[in-house]
């Protein structure tokens, strides 16, 4: 396969972002685009130039000239449009959180089992330079035993009230906590045994978005780490940038400190002080470039040359079991094996 024919299932937020990096990619062909609201389709089916427009995910897939689709639906919404994908042999990238059920992950793993085509989660903090760079680092034995970590991934609170509106059926835990998750693990290379999570439901409830403000996890490794991962969703929109990411392990031998917001550029202006994204994903001489582009350019040359992309549906499954028992964990006030 020379070119690869893709498709892209919903044009919101990051739908944009990756018709963007399909369209300047030399290997790829836009062929399709899907959503359900006419307006948006229309809009983004003329600025990129692709023939297939459709409001039913249905009517996309069963173009015969498609190889891969992205699938860029809200959190909840995942599953159907998967299974149907690998049903129709399409090669799948979906956006995290894989699913929000386990019987939906099983759907999904059900069908991929019948028809094993290329699957990928797009969990894109593993291309996020200082993150492979810690777990070379704990290859390479200059760490030793991870002893503790701490995650951060958090939110202005313009993301659950402004950007998405479908918050209230989500929460910070799937829509950031899920990149966390696949994140210590793959750098940890290890398995969670035990969660307590507490969170709390006051401001987003308050302005009648019935989501939790936060979630505060700890959570167990089975070779003994422990983590804490923090994920709010109403840090003040003074704050310098929309996403807060911070990652530290401390080892028997090394600690390692991941802070990548010095690579944004600062902005002043008289009104306040912002920063520009200038590493997650940007267009620069015309191309995207960005730690969340190479994860889709993976999933490219993965499906071109016949291979199973690096994040795979077991990842996407795993994580979902985690999240679901960090849910349980914050309802019931007490830690969660599993
Ligand atoms: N990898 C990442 O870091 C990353 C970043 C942001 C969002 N995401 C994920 O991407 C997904 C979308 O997030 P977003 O921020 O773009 O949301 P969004 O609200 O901006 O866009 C969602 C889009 O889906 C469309 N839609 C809803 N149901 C549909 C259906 N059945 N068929 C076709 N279109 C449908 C809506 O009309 C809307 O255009 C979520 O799962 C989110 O977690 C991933």
């Given at each position: 396969?020379?070119k690869?024919?893709?498709?892209?299932?919903?044009?919101?937020?990051?739908?944009?972002m990756?018709?963007?990096?399909?369209?300047?990619?030399?290997?790829?062909?836009?062929?399709?685009?899907?959503?359900?609201?006419?307006?948006?389709?229309?809009?983004?089916?003329?600025?990129?130039?692709?023939?297939?427009h459709?409001?039913?995910y249905?009517?996309?897939?069963?173009?015969?000239?498609?190889?891969?689709?992205?699938?860029?639906?809200?959190?909840?919404?995942?599953?159907?449009?998967?299974?149907?994908?690998?049903?129709?042999?399409k090669?799948?990238?979906?956006?995290?959180?894989?699913?929000?059920?386990?019987?939906?992950?099983?759907r999904?793993?059900?069908?991929?089992?019948?028809?094993?085509?290329?699957?990928?989660?797009?969990?894109?903090?593993?291309?996020n330079?200082?993150?492979?760079?810690?777990?070379?680092?704990?290859?390479?034995?200059?760490?030793?035993?991870v002893?503790?970590?701490?995650?951060?991934?958090?939110?202005?609170?313009?993301?659950?009230?402004?950007?998405?509106?479908?918050?209230?059926?989500?929460?910070?835990?799937?829509?950031?906590?899920?990149?966390?998750?696949?994140?210590?693990?793959?750098?940890?290379?290890?398995?969670?045994?035990?969660?307590?999570?507490?969170?709390?439901?006051r401001?987003?409830?308050?302005?009648?978005?019935?989501?939790?403000?936060?979630?505060l996890?700890?959570?167990e490794?089975?070779?003994?780490?422990?983590?804490?991962?923090?994920?709010?969703?109403?840090?003040?929109?003074?704050?310098?940038?929309?996403?807060?990411?911070?990652?530290e392990?401390?080892g028997?031998?090394?600690?390692?400190?991941?802070?990548?917001?010095?690579?944004?550029?600062?902005?002043?202006?008289?009104?306040?002080?912002?920063?520009?994204?200038?590493y997650?994903?940007?267009?620069?001489?015309?191309?995207?470039?960005?730690?969340?582009?190479?994860?889709?350019?993976?999933?490219?040359?993965?499906?071109?040359?016949?291979?199973?992309?690096?994040?795979?549906?077991?990842?996407?499954?795993?994580?979902?079991?985690?999240?679901?028992?960090?849910?349980?964990?914050?309802?019931?006030?007490?830690?969660?094996?599993?």
């Open positions: 396969m020379d690869l024919r893709v498709g892209v299932v919903a044009l919101g937020t990051f739908g944009e990756l018709l963007q990096t399909y369209s300047d990619h030399p290997a790829v062909d836009l062929v399709a685009v899907c959503d359900v609201d006419e307006a948006r389709l229309e809009a983004a089916a003329q600025e990129f130039g692709v023939p297939g459709f409001t039913d249905r009517d996309l897939l069963a173009v015969d000239a498609l190889d891969a689709v992205s699938i860029v639906t809200p959190d909840f919404t995942h599953t159907d449009i998967a299974v149907e994908a690998v049903n129709r042999s090669a799948v990238l979906v956006e995290k959180p894989l699913a929000t059920s386990l019987e939906d992950c099983d999904i793993g059900e069908a991929l089992k019948a028809n094993p085509v290329p699957f990928m989660v797009d969990f894109h903090n593993r291309w330079g200082g993150v492979p760079r810690i777990r070379e680092a704990i290859e390479a034995g200059e760490v030793g035993a002893q503790m970590a701490y995650h951060r991934l958090s939110d202005t609170i313009f993301v659950p009230t402004k950007m998405l509106s479908w918050a209230a059926r989500s929460s910070v835990c799937w829509f950031l906590g899920s990149h966390c998750l696949d994140t210590l693990r793959w750098v940890l290379q290890d398995e969670v045994k035990r969660v307590y999570a507490v969170s709390q439901s401001v987003l409830k308050g302005m009648g978005i019935d989501t939790p403000d936060y979630y996890s700890v959570v490794f089975r070779g003994g780490a422990r983590a804490l991962i923090e994920n709010c969703w109403i840090l003040p929109n003074s704050s310098p940038s929309v996403v807060d990411f911070k990652l392990v401390v028997e031998k090394a600690t390692l400190y991941f802070d990548p917001s010095p690579e944004r550029l600062l902005k002043l202006t008289a009104e306040k002080i912002a920063t520009v994204d200038t997650a994903g940007l267009p620069v001489h015309g191309r995207m470039v960005g730690f969340a582009v190479e994860s889709i350019r993976h999933f490219v040359e993965c499906v071109l040359t016949g291979r199973q992309p690096m994040v795979g549906f077991e990842d996407g499954r795993e994580v979902t079991r985690v999240i679901l028992a960090m849910e349980q964990s914050a309802r019931e006030g007490r830690p969660v094996d599993l």
